[in-house]
């Protein structure tokens, strides 16, 4: 029997999820016609709408629904310009959805550096604020990061934003289902969303735009997403995200559940494997993540054998086409070259059982006594 743990991936879809959009595509209809199909199938997406900003303290009118997270993420960047942006801010741990379109924007990028635990410097931060003088600046950070599951002080982050004049994007992708976001606590005026994070289907997710934020839409078309995102909406992958969202949050203690299993393997390695290194641990995070180094065994290498022992886990981020490079997100935490060439990530889910972490323990034990001679010369 396999077993899955790699959420951040993409979650398995919830039931609730699948049963709901079986029955949006049953009834059909583009939510931009007048008849009574259309009409049912816009007044299906609206409470999606509504359900999802619900549960992320947003206005469902400022939610603009889009293909997923890394459409999300470029929409804000966009509109970088139309907002008179002349430089971005990026923190070093952001995504590559991020990290690609601010390159791609044309606007100078400057990096925001983290600690050693992986959070952003708030102090830097404020000094560069200060220091901005009448220059227009939109500043990124990611809600949790995808590699280590360390959550940012993005609140805080907010103010000092706000506070200066400034703008703010939060890629709150790796949020969704996993932990609480709180679009208004957050001062921000954009924020990227994502279904399948949660249990959704792919395909589906969403930028939040702050009233005082406007958005240029990067797919032209019939005006759908009041004109801020062209095309047919996804009338069964948006009802489907909401169906994902509302049974997550529903799920009370889950998160709990699943600190407590993280816990469990993160002992249990470290018990049999000291210079095993979590990335993070000393800070707050998602809890469902661990991203572990064990010196002299190559991520690559341990994929494979994970998964021929049949667990499913990443190196690092999965959103690269299948390649397996150097972390970024470690390389900006100060990770040497051999703790960042052995990096793995495990996380957790709503499927995941306390007999799946034992097994994988056992499992990521046994492989690893192979090769330890070699670890320990190494570190």
């Not at 990067?218 to 509302?246: M, P, S």
Request: with cysteine; hydrophobic share 45%.
């Amino acid at each position: 029997m396999r077993v899955y743990l790699d959420h951040n991936a993409t979650a398995p879809v919830r039931s609730e999820a699948i049963q709901t959009v079986a029955d949006a595509l049953r009834a059909g209809g583009n939510a931009s016609s007048v008849h009574a199909a259309g009409r049912a199938a816009r007044a299906s997406m609206e409470r999606a709408r509504a359900a999802i900003a619900r549960h992320v303290c947003a206005r469902a009118e400022d939610l603009v629904f889009t293909s997923g997270g890394s459409e999300a993420n470029t929409l804000a960047i966009h509109a970088a310009r139309q907002l008179g942006v002349e430089r971005l801010i990026i923190s070093a741990i952001e995504h590559e959805a991020v990290r690609a379109a601010a390159e791609a924007s044309g606007l100078p990028v400057e990096i925001w550096p983290v600690d050693t635990s992986g959070r952003v410097d708030l102090s830097w931060l404020e000094t560069r604020l200060n220091d901005s003088g009448n220059e227009s600046l939109l500043i990124a950070l990611m809600a949790a990061n995808n590699e280590t599951g360390v959550i940012q002080p993005y609140a805080a982050a907010g103010r000092l934003i706000r506070e200066a004049g400034h703008y703010f994007h939060i890629d709150a992708v790796q949020m969704t289902g996993k932990a609480d976001f709180d679009f208004a606590g957050s001062l921000a005026h954009f924020a990227a969303l994502s279904s399948h994070k949660a249990g959704g289907p792919q395909g589906a997710g969403a930028l939040i735009a702050a009233c005082d934020a406007q958005v240029a839409p990067l797919i032209h078309g019939g005006g759908q997403e009041k004109n801020r995102r062209g095309g047919t909406e996804n009338v069964a992958g948006i009802c489907g995200f909401a169906a994902a969202v509302e049974a997550a949050a529903a799920d009370a203690g889950e998160a709990d559940r699943q600190r407590a299993l993280r816990d469990r393997l993160e002992q249990t390695l470290k018990a049999k494997a000291p210079e095993v290194v979590i990335w993070g641990a000393e800070a707050e995070r998602l809890p469902n993540t661990t991203c572990l180094s064990a010196p002299g065994w190559p991520s690559e290498i341990q994929v494979i054998a994970l998964d021929l022992e049949g667990f499913e886990v990443s190196a690092g981020s999965a959103c690269s086409s299948g390649k397996v490079r150097k972390s970024a997100v470690l390389d900006a935490m100060g990770a040497s070259e051999e703790h960042a060439k052995t990096a793995l990530r495990i996380s957790l889910g709503w499927t995941t059982t306390q007999d799946d972490i034992d097994r994988f323990a056992n499992a990521w034990l046994s492989n690893y006594e192979r090769v330890r001679p070699r670890a320990a010369a190494a570190v």
